[in-house]
């Protein structure tokens, strides 16, 4: 399980458009998963990039998102 420093560091790299390991990008979706913020049957879509998965995730759940992470 990834540290919070370690997602906070991931989820930025992904967001700038940087591609994470295929590993590292599971460990941050399991982590939203935790958070209820994607399904747990949840796999991403291949045609999309890392980021756009990210953003869709976010985008579905925006109001739960900002809650947890902007809100603070």
């Known amino acids: 399980m990834l540290t919070k420093l370690e997602f906070m560091i991931l989820f930025e790299k992904i967001i700038d458009g940087v591609k ?4 590292k990008f599971a460990q941050i979706i399991d982590i939203l998963k935790c958070q209820n913020l994607v399904p747990f049957n949840y796999k991403f879509d291949d045609q999309l990039t890392q980021v756009q ?8 759940n925006s109001i739960k998102f ?3 992470y902007l809100g603070q």
């Open 20 to 23: 994470v390991s295929d590993e």
């Open 53 to 60: 998965n990210i953003l869709k995730i976010i985008q579905s």
């Open 66 to 68: 900002y809650e947890l």
